[in-house]
């Protein structure tokens, strides 16, 4: 199985570090993200997490979305940015608490009260009127969420997957049981909206911190996007089904007396997408069981629709 993650030294890390703050102390790893190196580390008064990055694409993005919505969500501020021997690095303050992905399922479900009404802040917070991955310095301009999708499967040279259609013959990645999600996906995404609302894109445990009962922090948002906030239900719904969230929602919404329209044609896209992309992902990655338990997924979801 590959490791698409940057090498880095923990000694490296350090030196690094300590040129920003000379204090720190209680430097250790983080095991989170697929791309990232990520340390933590404390001074006498403030705790602190590091991103590291080959690229500077994502340190960018997290500035910006900080800078334009952490006023507004948990979002946690950034502040300091640089590169050094070829390698960018992000310095934010590190929120209270844990990720809730580390916690018991019993923990989880308690928390996810409060999520539901972190959730409810991000799909309510205003955006420009086109759909598009938001990217710094740059306004969105897709005409669709369909659009929109359709991006994360074009070919790039430069991009993470560049010629990922190789794939087909190169790996075991099998082009009809992929075509048929993508093409599923893409019908039932048809259903979204036509105004979008911020999206947090990769919406999991993993990236939400909490402290007692609360949702201190959501954070790691390099695929945010301004589409449809059903992605984010389905991505929740994806890798922690026992949460059962899609349903706290509609029981919420209801309270609420607020209509989704499409609620599950909109769920089942955004599943969808996730299983679609996630055979994608681990026939790159060469890892047959996180291959398979995709397939397994998709071909779940298609039966039950």
Known sequence: MKSFKLSLSDSDATELIRTHYKEAEQISSIDMGELSKVYQFRTDDNAYVVHFRLKEESLLKAEAIYEQFGSLLPIPRTLQRGTKNGVHYLISQKADGAPVSALTEEKQSQISTHLADVYSQINETKTSAAFGIIEPGKQPSDS???????????????????????????????????????????????????????????????????????????????????????????????????????????????????????????????????????????????????????????????LNL
């Open 144 to 302: 669709s969420w369909l659009a929109t999708l359709e991006r994360f499967f074009i070919e790039e040279e430069d991009s993470f997957y560049g010629r990922w259609k190789t794939l087909f013959t190169n790996s075991m990645l099998e082009k009809d049981v992929f075509e048929q999600g993508y093409k599923k996906m893409m019908e039932l995404a048809a259903y979204a909206p036509k105004q979008p609302y911020l999206v947090h894109g990769d919406f999991h445990t993993g990236n939400f911190i909490a402290a007692g009962d609360r949702i201190t922090a959501i954070v790691d948002w390099e695929m945010a996007m301004q589409g449809d906030f059903m992605f984010d239900l389905a991505g929740l719904h994806f890798w922690s089904p026992h949460l059962q969230f899609p349903d706290k929602m509609k029981v919420i919404w209801q309270e609420q007396d607020k209509t989704i329209p499409y609620f599950k044609e909109r769920l089942y896209a955004g599943l969808l997408f996730k299983a679609t992309d996630g055979l994608r992902f681990y026939a790159r990655q060469d890892h047959p069981g996180g291959y398979e338990l995709m397939k397994t997924k998709l071909n779940e979801l298609l």
